[in-house]
């Protein structure tokens, strides 16, 4: 069975950082676009990051220059480094793989990130 499980969630200072996981079981990641979503209250949901199987990244334009996202395939665990993080950005963060055989898609449980001073 296919899952995606996030970790590295957290309650942070505006300023900080914080280093999400996405690690996966039952998959070999290669094969999968990946991405970070995020949903703060009251809001729609929001794709903040992704990386292709190929590796190639998109932002969104209020994460760039703050936020990296990178895999590891051999670790079949996808990341998120986020810096200068800003009240703005909490929310919950979920990962996103989907196959580039099969188009089937998984999102992970979900972690709270909680910027605050």
């Known amino acids: 069975q296919v899952q995606f499980v996030e970790s590295g969630g957290g309650l942070v200072q505006p300023g900080g950082s914080l280093r999400l996981s996405c690690a996966a079981s039952?998959?070999?990641?290669?094969?999968?676009?990946m991405g970070w979503y995020r949903r703060a209250p009251g809001k729609q949901r929001e794709l903040v990051a992704s990386?292709?199987?190929?590796?190639?990244?998109n932002y969104v334009d209020s994460v760039k220059g703050r936020f990296t996202i990178s895999r590891d395939n051999a670790k079949t665990t996808m990341y998120l480094q986020m810096n200068s993080l800003k009240p703005e950005d909490t929310a919950v963060y979920y990962c996103?793989?989907?196959?580039?055989?099969?188009?089937?898609?998984?999102w992970g449980q979900g972690t709270q990130v909680t910027v605050s001073s």
């Open positions: 996103t793989a989907k196959s580039i055989l099969t188009n089937r898609e998984y």
């Open positions: 039952g998959a070999i990641i290669n094969i999968y676009n």
């Open positions: 990386i292709s199987s190929g590796g190639s990244t």
